[in-house]
Nanobody, 121 residues
Framework: QVQLVESGGGLVQAGGSLRLSCAAS????????MGWYRQAPGKQRELVAV???????SAADSVKGRFTISRDNAKNTVYLRMNSLKPEDTAVYYC???????????????WGQGTQVTVSS
């Protein structure tokens, strides 16, 4: 059984910063990819940023230069540092991990419960 637990969301003014954290726990053998997605009201869930086990990253154009994704492999934790926040960044942010458990031969995708980020203008 695997759990992804997010923290760090909240209300911030435009131009402000937040840092999201997501810790994966359970019978984890290895984690391939960790990342963040977001879903605004009335919109589809979209990729924000991902980080691979080797440290390479990819981010949506809308957040490049403002958001930074990082991970601590020893803690099975991924972070999203969000700077220069804009009202259009308001959404529920979901942690995502593609990982293999100790009793599996395949990677599976897991989701966190989501954390609300609200940016006021």
């Amino acid at each position: 059984q695997v759990q992804l637990v997010e923290s760090g969301g909240g209300l911030v003014q435009a131009g402000g910063s937040l840092r999201l954290s997501c810790a994966a726990s359970g019978t984890i053998f290895s984690i391939n990819v960790m990342g963040w997605y977001r879903q605004a009201p009335g919109k589809q869930r979209e990729l924000v940023a991902v980080i691979f086990s080797g440290g390479s990253t990819s981010a949506a154009d809308s957040v490049k230069g403002r958001f930074t994704i990082s991970r601590d492999n020893a803690k099975n934790t991924v972070y999203l540092r969000m700077n220069s926040l804009k009202p259009e960044d308001t959404a529920v942010y979901y942690c995502n991990a593609v990982l293999r458990t100790k009793n599996s031969s395949y990677d599976h995708r897991y989701w966190g419960q989501g954390t609300q980020v609200t940016v006021s203008s």
